[in-house]
């Protein structure tokens, strides 16, 4: 039924705005045109405010959201704007009950889709915050759970938007809902290995046997964990190629994580000329150990060096140490480091590797017997 407001308009409007296609007249298509630039106008305006906001926040001390958690605030907050003001442009034009059903459909059909954009965003900017007052995400719980916490909230919130989208076509939702409990029983013993990635994901959550930016070796695929979805985890190898790794792999294969060592053990076996002298040989040792007893980033109460075995051609000398390094960069350069001052004593005491082996002692040769010479 039209609004008194729209009986006054239409009592000076001429006859030919009053022509009817598709059961809206003429006005009423205009007033409609009106309305939808009306309401862009209003979200790019909405836009512009929130990204202006938002610069503004960012000179402010303290974390910040990422730039495209950034973008798509302001996106969802036009978004969201420029729907409620569809919604209230649209209320004086009286559209008949038919036009009037599918234009509001369509407008709740955007407008749950504009509410799961700004829901989405808020959620996103929350997890940023969260992220940046641990910069380092140190801790465990807090490198796995966030990522995974953040994907799930994600999937409730597009569930139910397709469950709000699905009351918009169907009257009888709870009955549709019932029905497709059956359905949804074969298609899940269809996707049996859907499943599988899911029960994988749960078996993440709660022993964590990795999180983000560890070093990892699954079954045959060693590198760095990039991301860990609710299917799969992708790993980041050391030839930098991105490799999708089923989580449902993750409840069977043995998951190797070097990322969680406490220290990083160096073993090497230096092999030792016999010609070094017993005294020689201490004096070495002794100048490794004093290295290793002040050099930062080396665990002292770790450290050995000691003679290890003979064998027929060296001496055999292990220096075994652990360095408190957090990434192989730091490893490489406290291993160079260690390399250089083991050489660099080698060659202050003159003392010999054994590099090839000892040749044993030519065996004399025997004179020939000289034969007696006859006159």
Same mark, same amino acid.
């Given at each position: 039924?039209?609004?008194?407001?729209?009986?006054?308009?239409?009592?000076?409007?001429?006859?030919?705005?009053?022509?009817?296609?598709?059961?809206?007249?003429?006005?009423?298509?205009?007033?409609?045109?009106?309305?939808?630039?009306?309401?862009?106008?209003?979200?790019?305006?909405?836009?512009?405010?929130?990204?202006?906001?938002?610069?503004?926040?960012?000179?402010?001390?303290?974390?910040?959201?990422?730039?495209?958690?950034?973008?798509?605030?302001?996106?969802?907050?036009?978004?969201?704007?420029?729907?409620?003001?569809?919604?209230?442009?649209?209320?004086?034009?009286? *559209?008949? $009950?038919?036009?009037?059903?599918? =234009? &509001?459909?369509? %407008?709740?059909?955007? +407008?749950? @889709? #504009?509410? /799961? !954009?700004?829901?989405?965003?808020?959620?996103?900017?929350?997890?940023?915050?969260?992220?940046?007052?641990?910069?380092?995400?140190?801790?465990?719980?807090?490198?796995? *759970?966030? $990522?995974?916490?953040?994907?799930? =909230? &994600?999937?409730? %919130?597009?569930?139910? +938007?397709? @469950? #709000?989208? /699905? !009351?918009?076509?169907?009257?009888?939702?709870?009955?549709?809902?019932?029905?497709?409990?059956?359905?949804?029983?074969?298609?899940?013993?269809?996707?049996?290995?859907?499943?599988?990635?899911?029960?994988?994901?749960?078996?993440?959550?709660?022993?964590?046997?990795? +999180?983000?930016?560890?070093?990892?070796?699954?079954?045959?695929?060693?590198?760095?964990?990039?991301?860990?979805?609710?299917?799969?985890?992708?790993?980041?190898?050391?030839?930098?190629?991105?490799?999708?790794?089923?989580?449902?792999?993750?409840?069977?294969?043995?998951?190797?994580?070097?990322?969680?060592?406490?220290?990083?053990?160096?073993?090497?076996?230096?092999?030792?000329?016999?010609?070094?002298?017993?005294?020689?040989?201490?004096?070495?040792?002794?100048?490794?150990?004093?290295?290793?007893?002040?050099?930062?980033?080396?665990?002292?109460?770790?450290?050995?060096?000691?003679?290890?075995?003979?064998?027929?051609?060296?001496?055999?000398?292990?220096?075994?140490?652990?360095?408190?390094?957090?990434?192989?960069?730091?490893?490489?350069?406290?291993?160079?480091?260690?390399?250089?001052?083991?050489?660099?004593?080698?060659?202050?005491?003159?003392?010999?590797?054994?590099?090839?082996?000892?040749?044993?002692?030519?065996?004399?040769?025997?004179?020939?017997?000289?034969?007696?010479?006859?006159?």
């Amino acid at each position: 039924m039209k609004t008194t407001l729209t009986q006054m308009e239409r009592s000076w409007m001429p006859e030919s705005l009053k022509a009817s296609l598709f059961e809206v007249e003429l006005w009423q298509w205009v007033g409609l045109g009106i309305a939808v630039i009306l309401s862009l106008l209003v979200g790019l305006a909405a836009r512009g405010l929130a990204r202006r906001a938002i610069w503004l926040r960012g000179q402010l001390p303290g974390p910040q959201p990422t730039v495209e958690t950034k973008a798509s605030l302001a996106r969802a907050i036009g978004l969201t704007s420029g729907m409620v003001a569809a919604f209230i442009l649209i209320a004086p034009l009286g *559209l008949e $009950p038919g036009p009037n059903h599918a =234009v &509001r459909t369509l %407008l709740n059909l955007v +407008a749950v @889709l #504009a509410l /799961l !954009s700004l829901s989405t965003a808020i959620w996103d900017a929350l997890c940023d915050d969260i992220a940046a007052r641990n910069e380092l995400l140190s801790h465990r719980a807090e490198r796995l *759970l966030l $990522p995974i916490t953040r994907k799930f =909230v &994600r999937f409730v %919130l597009l569930t139910g +938007a397709c @469950l #709000a989208v /699905l !009351s918009l076509f169907v009257e009888n939702l709870t009955g549709v809902l019932a029905g497709l409990g059956l359905g949804g029983l074969v298609v899940a013993l269809a996707a049996k290995d859907s499943v599988e990635n899911v029960f994988g994901s749960l078996t993440i959550m709660f022993d964590m046997p990795f +999180a983000l930016g560890d070093w990892v070796k699954i079954d045959k695929v060693e590198g760095v964990v990039e991301e860990i979805n609710l299917r799969s985890t992708r790993v980041r190898t050391f030839e930098d190629t991105l490799i999708n790794v089923p989580n449902a792999n993750l409840i069977r294969a043995a998951v190797e994580n070097y990322g969680a060592r406490r220290s990083r053990r160096q073993r090497l076996s230096l092999r030792l000329h016999y010609d070094n002298k017993p005294p020689m040989i201490d004096q070495f040792a002794a100048k490794i150990r004093t290295y290793l007893d002040s050099t930062e980033g080396v665990l002292p109460e770790m450290s050995l060096v000691e003679l290890e075995d003979f064998s027929e051609t060296s001496i055999g000398l292990l220096v075994q140490t652990h360095f408190n390094a957090t990434n192989q960069a730091e490893e490489l350069t406290l291993r160079h480091a260690l390399m250089t001052q083991i050489l660099s004593a080698a060659e202050e005491l003159g003392l010999r590797f054994a590099s090839t082996p000892l040749l044993p002692n030519p065996t004399p040769s025997v004179p020939p017997i000289a034969k007696p010479v006859r006159s």
